[in-house]
């Protein structure tokens, strides 16, 4: 892999002559499915998405009849752009594992050591995902839960106050259910200390084999105390069940609590 980034790199240099605070703004817009304005500055930088895409290797997709669209280009690109910048500048970006190569070829051959269970680390996938699209938002910025899983299957929209979330892994198994939880604090011991959850700044990612959610964050919401339940759930069936999304919603979120499953199956 590294000497095909070497290779990439020499044939498209041209292309990839842009600065670091851009190469992490687009990389980021890229993996958060970002609707941008094709009259307006990506941000984080000061050029048009039309302006990346002119030289070839990233693509502004326009939506049908509107002048919104994303940003896209093949994911080993993404992994070349954060490979030299963007692990230097951004905290999520820094341990994230874009060369899972082996993974892979473990799937196709028993034989050969997998380095790690692709789908036991998708929950830090998640995690590190969700913590990766709040820093696309300013800190204390209003956003839609509608902007930040876009694409995903949502009953209702709602705003909230946008945080830039640090990722952490939980020390015990935690009920992620809001109702649960009462007091103006709720401190979670966690493998790097103790954090106050309700201050909205914590990505937390549960002890294995807990019955609540897989991980979970506090969103900061006006009216009510309110969870973000993310359960991550390997259906060996094609389709998922109804009684299924239920029974894991149950065991994880409470009734003012954002619910989401993250699933192989069709829902």
């Not at 817009?29 to 941008?36: E, F, G, M, N, S």
């Not at 230097?88 to 970006?93: E, R, Y």
């Not at 594992?97 to 269970?117: K, N």
Request: with cysteine; glycine share 4%.
């Amino acid at each position: 892999m590294k000497d095909l980034r070497g290779k990439l790199l020499d044939k498209y240099c041209e292309a990839l002559n842009i600065t670091r605070t851009e190469i992490l703004s687009v990389a980021q817009a890229i993996l958060t499915r970002q609707l941008l304005d094709g009259d307006k500055v990506v941000p984080g930088t000061t050029k048009l998405p039309e302006q990346f895409a002119q030289p070839g290797l990233i693509r502004y997709e326009r939506k049908d009849g509107v002048n919104t669209g994303y940003l896209t280009a093949p994911y080993i690109w993404v992994w070349m752009f954060v490979h030299d910048f963007g692990k230097a500048v951004d905290p999520v970006l820094k341990n994230w594992r874009f060369c899972d190569y082996a993974e892979h070829v473990s799937e196709i051959d028993s034989s050969l050591p997998p380095g790690a269970q692709f789908w036991q680390h998708f929950e830090y996938f998640v995690a590190s995902f969700r913590a990766l699209k709040s820093r696309m938002y300013e800190e204390g910025e209003t956003v839609k839960i509608s902007q930040v899983h876009a694409g995903a299957r949502l009953q209702g929209d709602f705003e909230f106050e946008n945080h830039q979330l640090e990722m952490h892994l939980a020390s015990h198994q935690e009920d992620t259910k809001s109702a649960s939880h009462v007091g103006p604090e709720w401190k979670i011991r966690c493998e790097k200390g103790n954090f106050d959850f309700w201050q909205h700044k914590y990505c937390i990612i549960n002890a294995a084999s807990a019955q609540f959610a897989d991980s979970f964050t506090s969103l900061h919401r006006k009216a009510k105390k309110s969870h973000e339940c993310h359960q991550d759930k390997l259906v060996k069936s094609k389709k998922l069940a109804k009684s299924t999304f239920e029974a894991e919603r149950y065991n994880a979120a409470s009734k003012d609590d954002f619910f989401i499953l993250f699933t192989s199956a069709e829902s």
